[in-house]
């Protein structure tokens, strides 16, 4: 699980950076506009993925909860190969700003792999998993931006979408055949009554907030 989660939050990370070197300059080449409309249409090209992501992130967190994390993750990661390689068949700012959207609507595959390992792995070596994993996500999301430029200098503004919607696909077969989840541990009933803060379990409930207050 560790392994191929890991791949699975790099990839997300690299996703997610790559497209910030070149995101403006492929709006440009998608119609005739201003620098005025380029800045806004890029802007909300951007900025919607984390828009719709805010909004569904409880809806499917809420669904995980039954169904469970793997099924998930593999949702999160076959959306967003899909989404990836249609974005590089984009033919109008409007198509681009859709597909971004969607994106942020499959998004996901960080926070359940995170929770899959919290919730899996024995608590005696639960930290040095999550802290594995949460490299993932950090190690791709630095590289990425380096990465989308350089495949964007040598091969133009799609080839990027492409090449990381093939290794979505790549990722979505391997979470399917590699990870495994203990389904004993899932919600099987609604909770009753008033739940115990989080803060309250936390053998260090200060670290928390200095780690909040640090990031």
């Known amino acids: 699980n560790i ?75 076959l959306g967003m190969a899909v989404v990836y390689t249609l974005t590089g068949f984009s033919t109008s700012v409007w198509v681009l700003i859709g597909l971004r959207f969607l994106m942020g609507f499959f998004n996901g595959y960080v926070s359940n792999a995170n929770a899959l390992v919290a919730k899996d792995t024995p608590k005696i070596y639960s ?22 430029g350089f495949l964007a200098n040598i091969f133009g503004y799609r080839m990027p979408f492409f090449i990381t919607g093939s290794i979505f696909f790549l990722l979505t077969f391997l979470t399917l055949i590699g990870v495994h989840e203990d389904k004993s541990t899932l919600a099987t009933e609604k909770p009753t009554g008033k739940q115990p803060s989080a803060l309250k379990s936390a053998k260090y409930p200060m670290m928390v907030f200095g780690l909040f207050i640090t990031s």
């Open 127 to 148: 930290g040095h998993a999550l802290g594995i994993v949460v490299t993932g996500y950090t190690s791709g999301a630095l590289i990425g931006p380096l990465l989308g």
């Open 3 to 77: 392994y191929i989660l890991w791949f699975g939050t790099f990839m997300i990370g690299v996703g997610s950076g790559e497209v910030l070197p070149f995101l403006s300059l492929f709006t440009e080449t998608l119609g005739n506009f201003t620098k005025a409309e380029v800045n806004l249409y890029s802007g909300i090209a951007f900025s919607s993925t984390f828009l719709m992501t805010a909004i569904v992130s409880p809806i499917w967190g809420k669904l995980a909860d039954r169904v469970g994390r793997k099924p998930m993750l593999i949702r999160a990661a």
